[in-house]
């Protein structure tokens, strides 16, 4: 018969058989396997039988549940698997007589048993995050780099909308006498950015041609507004 035994400090706790139903481990009375310490949630995680396997399941606990030091969200459990939760350690003994064999070994070897600590979860978290943070793709930040001599050099495009125009409260302020307050705006979307033209005498071209509504913008596209000629591109933005 498959069975939990409940684990603390090295030493055992309870065994639990799994028959038939699921069941469930957590702080409160009511479940299957209740855990008394703060660093287990109310509802913490379950095991649902599968034909002859079984899933363990974290039922969006506080604190995670960990298998052999890893966090799961489902995992389908194999004999020998230390399931962590808290700082208790749940050993999974599957159904057999090799595996009823093996348990008693398990038992004499217990210092081989990773006992999830306050400090050794903040590691193992630690961990996954700085995992998922080398596996994100860095964030880039658009950029206009002024190519006409006016000086005026790159402007990074770090807001939602960059106003284009000669008004004291633009972003990329231009002059000129046919320049309006507000002649073009760039958007800054998850897709990407994206420039529109707002109306005036001076003309919006992208690439030579003349815009009169939105287009998205692309790395190295060539803007002329009026007199001005600036090109877009993206690089790697600085903020972490």
Same mark, same amino acid.
């Given at each position: ?24 481990? =957590? ?13 287990v949630s109310g509802y913490h995680a379950r095991i649902d039988p599968a034909g002859s396997d079984f899933i363990l399941t974290d039922l969006q606990s506080t604190n995670g549940t960990f298998v052999n030091d890893k966090k799961i969200v489902s995992h389908k459990l194999s004999h020998g698997d230390n399931v962590m939760i808290g700082k208790h350690v749940l050993l999974f003994v599957a159904t057999g007589k090799e595996a ?5 070994? $398990?038992?004499?070897? !217990? ?12 590691? !193992? ?39 284009? =125009? ?41 690439? =030579? ?7 998205? !913008? ?6 002329? !507004? =009026?007199?001005?000629?600036? $090109? ?9």
């Amino acid at each position: 018969m498959a069975r939990m035994i409940l684990m603390f400090n090295k030493q055992v706790v309870k065994e639990y058989p799994i028959l038939k139903d699921s069941i469930t481990v =957590g702080r409160n009375e009511d479940n299957t396997i209740s855990i008394d310490n703060l660093a287990v949630s109310g509802y913490h995680a379950r095991i649902d039988p599968a034909g002859s396997d079984f899933i363990l399941t974290d039922l969006q606990s506080t604190n995670g549940t960990f298998v052999n030091d890893k966090k799961i969200v489902s995992h389908k459990l194999s004999h020998g698997d230390n399931v962590m939760i808290g700082k208790h350690v749940l050993l999974f003994v599957a159904t057999g007589k090799e595996a009823d064999a093996e348990v008693g070994e $398990q038992k004499m070897d !217990l210092d081989k048993t990773m006992m999830l600590d306050t400090a050794k979860q903040k590691e !193992l978290l630690a961990k996954q995050k700085d995992a998922a943070m080398a596996a994100r793709p860095a964030e880039k930040v658009g950029v206009v780099s002024f190519i006409d001599g006016s000086n005026l050099g790159e402007i990074e495009l770090t807001k939602k909308l960059t106003k284009i =125009g000669k008004a004291a409260t633009s972003e990329v302020k231009l002059s000129g006498i046919l320049m309006p307050p507000t002649a073009a705006t760039i958007s800054r979307r998850p897709s990407g950015y994206t420039i529109s033209f707002t109306g005036g005498m001076s003309k919006l071209k992208v690439n =030579g041609e003349v815009v009169k509504d939105s287009v998205p !913008l692309k790395d190295f596209d060539t803007i002329e !507004l =009026g007199s001005f000629k600036f $090109q877009f591109f993206q690089k790697e933005s600085k903020k972490k």
